[in-house]
């Protein structure tokens, strides 16, 4: 509710004419400001109840922004956890993937150590035999040196005892030979 207010405009006009103002001109800004003020003057009452409005709206827009970014975490809590669950889910099965791909290898890798492992013992034996038919051989070798060797030993005494035996004899021819 607007009231106007209660202006001079006649002592306004001597104002300014006593500041130095023409007459006309100061007439003519105390008429002007007259009309202003007579139309915009609003009453304390009046701002109060324009204030509660504005209030009043404020807290409706306040209510109004609090429940869109009620909805909006709402709606991003949902979006998260889905996208969550995906990561979880995707995580899970590369994980499962790369398990797989893990103990395959690791199967790989066990047959082909395992067939290493057979070769080198294969080998290993081989040597083994040949190393255990080099070792009869030559234990087959010492007994015919052995042999040999009680072999020549005998004939080697039994020529050591003919040999004995012409030594005696020629001494004992000597001996004859020399007393007669």
């Given at each position: 509710m607007k009231m106007p207010i209660q202006f001079d405009t006649l002592d306004y006009?001597?104002?300014?004419?006593?500041?130095?103002?023409?007459?006309?001109?100061?007439?003519?800004?105390?008429?002007?400001?007259?009309?202003?003020?007579?139309?915009?003057?609003?009453?304390?009452?009046?701002?109060?109840?324009?204030?509660?409005?504005?209030?009043?709206?404020?807290?409706?827009?306040?209510?109004?922004?609090?429940?869109?970014?009620?909805?909006?975490?709402?709606?991003?809590?949902?979006?998260?956890?889905?996208?969550?669950?995906?990561?979880?889910?995707?995580?899970?099965?590369?994980?499962?993937?790369?398990?797989?791909?893990?103990?395959?290898?690791?199967?790989?890798?066990?047959?082909?150590?395992?067939?290493?492992?057979?070769?080198?013992?294969?080998?290993?034996?081989?040597?083994?035999?040949?190393?255990?038919?080099?070792?009869?051989?030559?234990?087959?070798?010492e007994t015919k040196f052995n042999a040999l060797e009680q072999k020549i030993n005998?004939?080697?005494?039994?020529?050591?005892?003919?040999?004995?035996?012409?030594?005696?004899l020629s001494i004992g021819t000597f001996v004859k030979l020399i007393q007669t």
């Open positions: 006009a001597k104002k300014l004419e006593n500041a130095g103002v023409p007459t006309a001109q100061a007439e003519a800004h105390a008429s002007a400001l007259g009309e202003v003020l007579g139309k915009s003057i609003v009453v304390h009452g009046e701002l109060q109840a324009v204030e509660n409005r504005v209030f009043a709206k404020l807290d409706a827009l306040a209510i109004n922004i609090d429940a869109r970014f009620e909805a909006l975490e709402q709606k991003w809590d949902i979006k998260f956890k889905a996208l969550e669950q995906k990561f979880d889910s995707k995580f899970s099965a590369l994980e499962q993937k790369f398990d797989s791909k893990f103990i395959a290898l690791e199967q790989k890798f066990d047959g082909k150590f395992i067939a290493l492992e057979q070769k080198f013992d294969s080998k290993f034996n081989m040597l083994e035999a040949k190393f255990n038919m080099l070792e009869t051989k030559f234990e087959m070798l005998s004939k080697f005494q039994l020529i050591q005892w003919m040999m004995g035996t012409l030594i005696v």
